[in-house]
T-cell receptor
Framework: TQLLEQSPQFLSIQEGENLTVYCNSSSVFSSLQWYRQEPGEGPVLLVT???GGEVKKLKRLTFQFGDARKDSSLHITAAQPGDTGLYLC??????????WGAGTKLIIKP | KAGVTQTPRYLIKTRGQQVTLSCSPISGHRSVSWYQQTPGQGLQFLFE???????NKGNFPGRFSGRQFSNSRSEMNVSTLELGDSALYLCASSTLGQGNYGYTFGSGTRLTVV
């Protein structure tokens, strides 16, 4: 059974602080996606990373795919209350199946 | 363009009943996937349909079924509802499916079984 482990599971920080969320696996993925989900809504795709070592930036969010394509990280600079939500990573395995992490619940306090 | 539309948004059913949920994907998207989301289990894959054919299926009992119509709209059905079926059911569409291009999710149907 393939697993995608996200850490931390829960994070509560003050506005303006920086944070990093990790997504790790022993399996290789052809691509990895990050989503943000707000309460009562469906996840919204933030980014897809495909190439090992790839770095993508989305305003204050920086996404990195590990060189071996087994892990990824999401770094948020100067977090704002609007960043609050559940962050989910999902990797596409060799059978084209989407493997989901359990999510990181992020709360940014004003 | 319109997003993924799921109906109804909220549903309360009694144990033993059956329920049908509907999903209209983004125009042009041929792949529709269904997920069950609960606080304890996270996102659990139910099944994926592509061009009216079920392409993948998760580890759920046969009480959970689905179908896709020629216009790509999809329905999922849960028969003989159990209390543990209470969850947020999410539908996601994509152009080709198989994960690589990312999915667009609907807002979900919140099912409560009492």
């Amino acid at each position: 059974t393939q697993l995608l482990e996200q850490s931390p599971q829960f994070l509560s920080i003050q506005e303006g602080e920086n944070l990093t969320v990790y997504c790790n696996s022993s399996s290789v993925f052809s691509s990895l996606q990050w989503y943000r989900q707000e309460p009562g809504e469906g996840p919204v795709l933030l980014v897809t990373v495909v190439t090992g070592g790839e770095v993508k930036k989305l305003k204050r969010l920086t996404f990195q795919f590990g060189d071996a394509r087994k892990d990824s990280s999401l770094h948020i600079t100067a977090a704002q209350p609007g960043d609050t939500g559940l962050y989910l990573c999902a990797g596409v395995d060799s059978n084209y199946q989407l493997i989901w992490g359990a999510g990181t619940k992020l709360i940014i306090k004003p | 363009k319109a997003g993924v539309t799921q109906t109804p948004r909220y549903l309360i059913k009694t144990r033993g009943q059956q329920v049908t949920l509907s999903c209209s994907p983004i125009s042009g998207h041929r792949s529709v996937s269904w997920y069950q989301q609960t606080p304890g289990q996270g996102l659990q894959f139910l099944f994926e349909y592509f061009s009216e054919t079920q392409r993948n299926k998760g580890n759920f009992p046969g009480r959970f079924s689905g179908r896709q119509f020629s216009n790509s709209r999809s329905e999922m059905n849960v028969s003989t509802l159990e209390l543990g079926d209470s969850a947020l059911y999410l539908c996601a569409s994509s152009t080709l499916g198989q994960g690589n291009y990312g999915y667009t999710f609907g807002s979900g149907t919140r099912l409560t079984v009492v």
